[in-house]
């Protein structure tokens, strides 16, 4: 025999040695990181209470003591010689062997322990032949674990459950190492903790591999025993694979939180509630939501009875619903909940019945959804249907074969059918401008383009035709084709275009007689004025001595009224060829235009001692040519219109949403405010002194013509401190 005795170098690692005792009936191994009681009270039971122990236990001193105290110091110096060698050998070099002498000593301590502890004997032998006979016949995989010598016994549902041989585990470092690396620590800590102490069970649950390399949580229980003295000598137990139960609770957990997960991110208000009225569960949303109407924080184990509220009305309401689900009932129902004084909402409520497997009425369960927004949409259809069906104007609905699928009380009365004879009718039977053979190329017009008016006839029950506009809208819906239809009977438009165009066609015939009369009353009177002018000329140049100051006077007045006459003439003639062939429109300069302009007036403006400013001018889209002629009259009209200054003339532009805003402000004499709309009329002058400011009337006549055919209009307003501004503006 041989007594193996472990050590744990003090550095912290888990090298060990061992120390062969000769002889000896004891015998113990050291895992590492066991407790100090797996080694300690080993070497207790070989040493005599007469001695000091042999082996001092413990993982950073030697485990080999100085011998007995009666002993000679020679063998006290040899056994300290021993503990030196164990302790500064390599612990690579395999197992120390101690001298016969010590280990036959050793021995025969063991055995008078034994003896004296009463650990042999034929009762010992059959009640641990019964207690293993028992641990074979259980399906449960039991151990026996020797604390003294380390050893460790397994009934064969080992093999089983783990795939080993009872004897391939016989020793607790064969246990150890098979049980995870990551669980050692804390389950040997535990187990030194729980046999050190005075605990008489052990508990732990750990990963153990199994001989197919698989790693399984077990489940293992111990029993400690223990010696008169209190001290731990065995452990049985028992080890349960869990793994399966493992896995059930992670399925069982994981569709526990998916379904708890699925019940609070529910937009819905969700709860159970068993027979007694009280709350088995509820999610978030179903408490805040009885929070906000009852005002009363609820929470499994209420009591729906014990809610008090203001609204004693719903929650009577309340409890009725949930009497009536909670007798086996099972209905969804819409109700009207909330502070009558606020905000009082709809809630669909849908109730079930919870059973058992015996099918026994337990509890009840509802969905509460918030349909407050549907039954408001809900009305506003009905409001919308109430009045598309009581449109003043007809409104069809067609599918894509040509069939009525809707029609409104206006289509009855235009068309003169009863709703359910239109409703058997197709769009052939009314319009004749669409009949069956074309209505696949109308219908997929109709797809194509979305939505459009287009003209047609419609035939009415009595066989009168008359015409329509009709808008088209095309629309898909759950996977069908279908258009609306809104029709409205132009016969009077028609009536009236007609005379409309009779009406313009004559205007036509009168401006173009109009244009052509101007026209040649212009060149028919401008002949007999150059006579006229050429007879007054040649007067004065033959008879100009001979004549009488009077009958001088008289051929002036006649040679300025045969100017005035050509100057209106010819303003007549400009004014009725303004826009007559059309604007040539393009992208201008306006600060080209004012240079053209100022060119044109060089001499007025230097007579007048005129001075004309302006900013950046923008580019416009215009009649350049007609352009020229708004600013050359409105610049002219200051000039001539001026004060006792010299005429200042400052032109400006602003620009607006849509359009360009031209200002032309002056320094003269002004424009009462009653007179600021008329003299844009023809032949109107405010001054009937023609000799100090002359002119024909027709220049702003002339000006407001060109804006409006550019789409624009032209006004007057005063200038501060004096003069007028004109304004006018043009599209951007």
Known sequence: MRHEVGRRCGTGGHSKTRVILKGSQAGWQTAPGQQDSLGRRSARHVAAPARKRLLRSGYGDTQVSSGPTSESGGFRARLGRIRRRITQRDPAAGPFRLPARLSTWV????????????????????????????????????????LAVGRMKWNDALTGAFGYAPHELSTYQAWYERV????????????????????????????????????????????????????????VGSVVDTTDRRRAEETVRRYHDLLNGIIEGSGDLIAAMDVNFRFLALNRAYQAEVKRLFGADIQVGSSL???????????????????????????TETHELGDPGRDRRYYEIRFSSIRDREGRLIGAAHI???????????????????????????????????????????????????????????????????????????????????????????RRKSGETFPVEIAVTHLQHEGRDFCYAFVRDISAYKRAEEALRRVNA??????????????????????????????????????????????????????????????????????????R?????????????????????????QAAQARVMHGPMPEVRADELLLVQVFQNLISNAIKYR?????????????????????????????PPEHRERIFGMFQRLHADESKYGGTGIGLATCKKIVEQHGGRIWAEANEPQGSVFRFTLPR
């Not at 401008?433 to 419609?458: C, F, Q, T």
């Open 107 to 146: 021995g025969a301590r063991w055995q008078r322990y034994k003896a004296r502890h009463g650990c042999s004997g034929p009762v010992v032998e059959r009640e641990h032949e019964r207690y293993w006979l028992a641990n074979q016949a259980t399906r449960e995989v039991i151990w026996d674990r020797d």
């Open 180 to 235: 995870h690396p990551e669980d050692r620590e804390r389950v040997v800590s535990r187990q030194r903790a729980a046999v050190e102490g005075n605990a008489v069970t052990w508990i732990d649950e750990y990963r153990f591999c199994c001989r197919s390399g698989n790693y399984h949580t077990v489940l293992e229980r111990g029993f400690i025993v223990r010696d008169a003295r209190g001290r731990a000598c065995r452990m």
């Open 305 to 331: 009875r014990d809610i008090t509220t203001p609204n004693p009305a719903d929650m009577d309401c309340l409890i009725d619903l949930w009497t009536r689900a909670l007798h086996g009932e099972e209905f």
């Open 368 to 458: 509460v959804r918030d349909v407050t927004e549907r039954k408001r949409i809900e009305h506003r259809l009905q409001l919308t249907q109430f009045a598309v069906d009581h449109a003043a104007e007809p409104i069809l609905r067609i599918d894509s074969a040509g069939h009525f699928m809707y029609v409104n009380e206006a289509a009855c009365r235009l068309l003169g059918y009863t709703r359910d004879e239109l409703l058997q009718m197709t769009v052939f039977d009314i319009d004749p401008l669409n009949p069956a053979d074309l209505w696949p190329e109308r219908w997929r017009e109709v797809k194509e383009r979305g939505a459009y008016n287009l003209e047609s006839i419609y």
């Open 506 to 579: 004559e205007l036509a015939r009168s401006n173009s007689d109009l244009e052509q009369f101007a026209s040649i009353v212009s060149h028919d009177l401008r002949s007999p004025m150059l006579t006229i002018s050429g007879y007054v000329f040649l007067l004065s140049s033959e008879l100009g001595e001979q004549l009488s100051d009077e009958a001088r006077n008289m051929l002036e007045a006649i040679r300025c009224t045969v100017d005035q006459m050509n100057e209106l003439l010819k303003g007549l003639l400009g004014y009725s060829r303004v826009g």
């Open 581 to 605: 062939g059309g604007l040539n429109l393009a992208r201008c300069q306006v600060d080209a235009v004012l240079r053209t302009v100022l060119t044109s007036l060089t001499a007025e403006l």
């Open 643 to 671: 004060g006792v200054l010299p005429p200042e003339v400052h032109i400006t532009a602003a620009q607006e949403p849509g359009r360009w805003v031209f200002s032309v402000a002056d320094n003269g004499i002004g424009i």
